[in-house]
């Protein structure tokens, strides 16, 4: 599934090159919208446009190898430039630290605050894609749902009829049934799990409209602090059900056999779909996470603006687009299996509440996919005007504060 922009930029020294042009393989395959300039390197000189794609993406990764830092001093120096556009711009920055990088004692101070963010450390190529699956956590982007052919049929066809003729037919046409009847009941319970995840999140968006109405009209502390506190009662039995689906309803595995691999093929997925399917689940847990922390740090930071409902309303509604777009993937990779596969979906389905209604089981992949691409748009526009909201209550925050300072600074002469 295609889409236009970029979503994660990769900043990186001439020396860490291969990894980096690695990591961004890997995020590529993932289905990321990676922005991997090679073209400023060959050219040696600083590309200003690179600063405006740095301003659109979500994410920022800064390959850092030994002595990565070292020429910052220097207010030109491309990296540093980059960096300090990433900060400003308040983007999520994972620094990658390869062997031998240690953070300089001091940097200038438009790029400081960068050893404070989260950091991965990989601990040499035999754990990289384990580094990878976390720097993949820390992410705010979402990777496409794919939904690919792979294989040219003909040669799966083939596969499939050589195992079959050393097996069996009929046991080879089992073995077919039986693994996507059990991918398929696999997947129909993570998105009955996504479906209570729903649940709480409206949940949440209710309770706390609920909460904020009260707030702006409540004048006496103690009713204040009362309200405050049935909220935050409130947010820990959502947290305690988040937690329950988490261990009750884990990531699933999809153990493939060989055979199983070519059958897949032949129903036109990979193995790496399916993995790419978990991936997108344990995003919906921490999206889930995330809404619940920035909405118990409001209650107890007591930071409520006029602006607060729409803030807690933009992000639930860019979580239900999501769940969208991942639901009609789940449609697309269903149609693609024998109707025999379908038992337990058609058992959950009638108890899904969340989901959008009446979508056959029996489209075009395009179709499919062009429901997602709807859905991702719609997940993007919302996130754009939370990110552009939470930039206007900060720019308001500062302004206060200067003001504060420059009455405080007057006060002081006065005296």
Same mark, same amino acid.
């Given at each position: ?138 992410? %705010? +982007?979402?990777?496409? &749902? /794919?939904?690919? @052919? ?6 799966? =066809?083939? $596969? ?85 689906? %988490? +261990?009750?309803?884990? &990531? /699933?595995?999809? @153990? ?6 070519? =059958?897949? $093929? ?150």
């Amino acid at each position: 599934m295609k889409r236009k922009g970029y979503d994660i930029f990769i900043s990186y020294r001439r020396t860490a090159y291969d990894t980096a042009n690695l990591v961004a393989e890997k995020l590529r395959n993932a289905g990321y919208r990676v922005f991997f300039d090679v073209d400023t390197l060959t050219a040696g000189k600083f590309n200003e446009q690179l600063l405006e794609v740095i301003r659109h993406c979500k994410d920022f990764i800064i390959v850092l190898p030994k002595d990565g830092l070292d020429r910052c001093d220097d207010p030109e120096d491309w990296i540093r430039r980059e960096v300090a556009c990433a900060i400003e711009n308040r983007k999520n920055i994972v620094p990658i630290m390869l062997t031998g990088f240690e953070w300089p004692k001091e940097l200038p101070s438009d790029i400081a605050d960068l050893p404070y963010y989260q950091a991965i450390t990989p601990a040499g190529h035999a754990y990289f894609d384990m580094a990878v699956e976390r720097l993949k956590s820390y992410l %705010k +982007s979402k990777p496409s &749902i /794919p939904i690919k @052919n792979w294989m040219t049929k003909a040669a799966i =066809v083939m $596969a499939l009829l050589l195992t079959f003729v050393g097996i069996g037919y009929g046991v080879g046409l089992h073995i077919a049934n039986v693994t996507c009847e059990e991918i398929a009941t696999k997947q129909a319970n993570v998105m009955g799990t996504v479906d209570l995840l729903c649940d709480v999140c409206q949940d949440l968006a209710e309770n706390s409209n609920k909460f904020l109405s009260a707030i702006e009209k409540v004048k006496d502390e103690e009713e204040k602090e009362d309200i405050e506190k049935e909220m935050l009662s409130t947010l820990k039995k959502l947290e305690k059900e988040v937690d329950k689906y %988490k +261990s009750t309803y884990p &990531i /699933p595995e999809f @153990n493939i056999s060989s055979t199983g691999k070519y =059958v897949l $093929a032949y129903y036109g997925i990979q193995e790496e779909e399916l993995d790419a399917f978990a991936i997108y689940y344990v995003t919906l847990y921490d999206d889930m996470d995330d809404m619940l922390g920035q909405v118990r740090e409001m209650v107890e930071k007591n930071d409520y603006s006029v602006n607060s409902k729409e803030l807690v309303t933009l992000r639930v509604n860019s979580f239900k687009y999501f769940v969208d777009a991942y639901y009609y993937a789940y449609m697309g990779y269903l149609s693609l299996f024998p109707k025999s596969a379908r038992k337990t979906h058609n058992e959950f389905a009638k108890k899904w509440k969340n989901f959008p209604n009446g979508v056959p089981l029996d489209l075009p992949q395009e179709e499919y996919e062009q429901f997602q691409e709807k859905e991702l748009y719609l997940y993007q526009e919302e996130m754009n005007r939370y990110e552009a909201q939470v930039n206007y209550e900060d720019r308001k925050l500062n302004e206060l504060e200067n003001q504060l300072d420059e009455l405080e600074q007057k006060v002081n002469e006065n005296l």
